[in-house]
């Protein structure tokens, strides 16, 4: 990415919001973990997606007036000593150059700058109304939001001002993606795709879950990558838990080995699952299963197309799920699918796995999205998913993921030529 395409995303988000008006946006803090040491520093994407900057202690600040705009970003004064146990952190010229914004401030002239901008004085450069926050939530209570406490306190300090939430303005057009950010996740794919064949060399009875996603680590560490999110290697009955992370079964002959995985390019993330025969054959009843979701992920992409939604998506996905069930004599109506099916047909993808969304708005051409039906019979060891990532177009979609196998036969000789 260069700084032609956050510049194009500031503009569209200046587009959205009111004149008279201030965005702040802050790229997020590290967080404590234990004794001296932090988690992992992980970038605001919403920020990310307006500068390009992924560094902590950052804050974007966009001015729009009646006829003018005008752009700020404030980063962390470098510190000689700080960089020689850390590394350095961005310059003025750095930060400059990849975000294409010219006005490069400390941070230490943050609060003064705000308390100025917002402020009536003598001579009043701006008429400020309104603010403009990125006031993200989510339902629990040890969730932490530097903007939600900035907000509480502007409101305290400046009560006349007006609080707006940037959140569904930045997410709504996330949602839409670029040509540059459907590249980058094409190369995640891509990449995930080739960590897979090389997976499927190692798949064999008597070794562990994790002994076959270290091929996956390995992989994409070679290609300068990261994990989209923790992969899950679950073989036999752990298949038939969605989020198992444990990873450290032993892997049975006879046995199927679900992966659902991913890496990163610039942030853009890919997400696959695929379900392989540990013996490198599928039994007959693995088969038969294994079809009836194979069915419904091809029919549910060839079903996607603007216009659609993800009820309408969901209901098919069902439909499609019981009737296989039901054909085999394992369920007697469509309501009992629930037993061994019970999340959404997908999700939107991007910058996070799980891409934030307004899940109401019907497909539109450069939405990305994951097609992931299932089927989880715990009493028959059985857990089998089948995932791609697909790009709405202006006449249906494209599967972006169409290059990984998921056929039995092609699965199965794969296999047995390894």
């Not at 695929?274 to 060839?302: A, D, H, M, W």
């Amino acid at each position: 990415m260069n700084q032609t395409f956050f510049k194009k995303n500031r503009e569209k988000f200046l587009n959205q919001i009111a004149n008279n008006s201030i965005a702040i946006l802050f790229s997020g803090y590290r967080m404590f973990r234990s004794a001296d040491s932090d988690f992992p520093f992980e970038v605001n994407k919403n920020f990310y997606y307006l500068t390009g900057i992924n560094q902590e202690d950052t804050i974007l600040v966009l001015i729009k007036g009646e006829n003018t705009i005008q752009e700020f970003l404030f980063i962390e004064e470098i510190d000689e000593l700080f960089s020689k146990w850390n590394g350095e952190k961005l310059s003025q010229e750095q930060a400059g150059k990849l975000s294409g914004i010219d006005s490069i401030r400390y941070l230490k002239d943050f609060s003064d700058f705000v308390y100025g901008v917002m402020n009536n004085t003598r001579y009043t450069h701006y008429n400020i109304n309104q603010v403009y926050l990125d006031l993200e939530r989510r339902n629990s209570k040890h969730f932490f939001s530097y903007a939600l406490n900035f907000a509480k306190d502007l409101q305290k300090t400046n009560p006349e001002i007006k609080i707006m939430n940037a959140y569904n303005i930045l997410i709504s057009l996330r949602m839409i993606k670029e040509t540059e950010e459907v590249s980058c996740i094409k190369e995640s794919i891509e990449i995930t795709g080739k960590a897979l064949e090389e997976m499927m060399k190692h798949i064999k009875p008597h070794i562990h879950e994790y002994q076959v996603e270290a091929v996956f680590d390995y992989y994409i560490k070679s290609q300068q990558k990261t994990h989209a999110f923790p992969t899950i290697a679950a073989s036999g009955k752990n298949a038939t838990v969605l989020h198992y992370e444990n990873n450290n079964a032993e892997l049975n002959d006879g046995q199927l080995i679900l992966f659902d995985l991913g890496c990163r390019s610039e942030f853009y993330c890919s997400d696959i699952t695929r379900t392989y025969p540990i013996g490198k054959k599928f039994s007959f009843q693995q088969k038969q299963i294994y079809e009836i979701v194979l069915e419904t992920n091809k029919k549910c992409i060839q079903y996607v197309k603007p216009g659609i939604t993800w009820e309408d998506l969901n209901q098919y996905a069902n439909s499609l799920l019981a009737k296989g069930l039901m054909n085999l004599g394992m369920i007697q109506t469509p309501d009992q699918l629930k037993q061994y099916y019970w999340h959404s047909i997908g999700h939107m993808l991007g910058l996070d796995t799980h891409d934030p969304s307004i899940r109401t708005t019907p497909f539109q051409a450069g939405m990305v999205l994951t097609i992931e039906p299932g089927l989880y019979l715990e009493e028959l060891g059985i857990g089998i998913r089948i995932e791609d990532n697909v790009l709405v177009t202006a006449n249906g979609c494209e599967n972006l993921s169409k290059n990984i196998i998921k056929e039995v036969t092609d699965i199965e000789k794969w296999m047995s030529e390894m």
